[in-house]
């Protein structure tokens, strides 16, 4: 049934921070922090992997040795247009918003990190969730394989998803779990205009959406393991403009 990956993949979020809200106490403050670490470490491979990927099928193509622009150029104009557009912040607005709503829910208590206004808060965990969840090539091509009736790619997003999920809603609280809002929109938008999107997606899309997704997967990566913060957020354009160029150039 098509449509039934993006089901899948929500239920798994949701299913992992039930579980991460649940036993997140159980596991030390030490403990938690070393996770966390982990989990941005093994972001920062998976992400690193991806592009080192993707740039190296753009250098097999058309594109030769010129393919390392498509990435510069897509992430540069990219971060341009997100940041004229305020992408980052409108994330972050968003997720005030649901924290908003969320305050008013009867079984919402408000961790004392948040109360105190230090530390994540539920918006971080938002945005954060959101961002990892939502960005890379394993979200466009297995949400449009899945509009076409094939799941298996986003059952396997769903199984990474949900391990995340737990840790992060272990430290991040709630907002880890609003994110299957931006993701069954994105996901399920996706999957219902697949039919729409399959005669375009040529390998060379592929391999563009690929090395500049795992771009901002690694920036991600970053921010989780606390390295450095990277405005992601506003380098989500970049995608669609790598996809561009490896259709046009390809």
């Not at 539920?122 to 449009?144: D, N, P, R």
């Not at 609003?178 to 697949?194: C, D, M, Y």
């Amino acid at each position: 049934m098509p449509g039934i990956g993006v089901i899948v993949n929500v239920a798994a979020i949701v299913a992992g921070t039930i579980i991460g809200l649940l036993f997140g106490g159980l596991i030390t403050e030490r403990l938690r922090a070393t996770a966390f670490k982990a989990i941005g470490l093994s972001t920062i491979v998976i992400g690193a992997g991806m592009a080192i990927g993707g740039l190296t099928d753009l250098g097999r193509s058309a594109m030769g040795d010129y393919a390392p622009l498509v990435l510069v150029g897509s992430l540069v104009v990219g971060g341009l247009l997100g940041e004229a557009m305020r992408i980052e912040a409108g994330l972050e607005r968003f997720g005030q918003w649901l924290k908003t709503l969320a305050h008013k829910l009867p079984f919402f208590e408000p961790s004392a990190e948040d109360a105190n206004g230090e530390g994540h808060t539920l918006v971080e965990g938002f945005v954060t969730a959101s961002l990892l969840f939502c960005v890379g090539a394993m979200t466009v091509l297995g949400s449009i394989q899945d509009g076409l009736g094939q799941p298996s790619t986003l059952y396997l997003k769903a199984a990474l998803d949900g391990v995340a999920s737990i840790a992060l809603a272990s430290t991040l609280g709630i907002g880890v779990g609003l994110s299957i809002i931006p993701v069954a929109v994105i996901q399920g938008g996706i999957a219902v205009g697949a039919g729409t999107l399959q005669p375009i997606i040529t390998p060379e899309v592929v391999h563009g959406i690929q090395a500049t997704g795992g771009a901002l997967i690694l920036g991600i990566g970053f921010d989780l393991a606390g390295i450095k913060r990277l405005p992601v957020g506003n380098l989500l354009p970049a995608i669609l403009i790598g996809a561009a160029a490896g259709w046009f150039l390809g």
